[in-house]
Nanobody
Framework: QVELVESGGGLVQPGGSLRLSCAVS????????VGWFRQAPGKEREGVAC????????YYLDSVKGRSTISRDNAKNTASLQLDNLKEEDTAVYYC???????????????????WGRGTQVTVSS
């Protein structure tokens, strides 16, 4: 049974930073895409950043490029997202998602995910 547990959300001021982490367990595929997705009130869920567990390829949403970094630790089965220079429009519930045997350019922009975490709230406000 696949389980994804997110941590690291919270309240942060504009311009601040935070780090989200996702603990992944139960994935039997040799490789998979793990990513961070977000959903703001009244908006569709969108892919923020994804990384491939095998080749390390990445995808970033245009609005977070240059101020975010996704990384993975295959030994610990974790994936992290560092978000810097946060803006109020980054406010959303952030979800960790995993899709086995896929590629980042399919999973992230299409939000095509087989397994979801429960989400963690990120609020950017002064």
């Amino acid at each position: 049974q696949v389980e994804l547990v997110e941590s690291g959300g919270g309240l942060v001021q504009p311009g601040g930073s935070l780090r989200l982490s996702c603990a992944v367990s139960g994935v039997t595929a040799d490789v998979y895409v793990v990513g961070w997705f977000r959903q703001a009130p009244g908006k569709e869920r969108e892919g923020v950043a994804c990384i491939h567990s095998g080749d390390g390829s990445t995808y970033y949403l245009d609005s977070v490029k240059g101020r975010s970094t996704i990384s993975r630790d295959n030994a610990k089965n974790t994936a992290s997202l560092q978000l810097d220079n946060l803006k109020e429009e980054d406010t959303a519930v952030y979800y960790c998602g995993v899709d086995p045997w896929s590629v980042v350019n399919h999973v992230c922009p299409r939000v095509d995910v087989n397994f979801w975490g429960r989400g963690t709230q990120v609020t950017v406000s002064s």
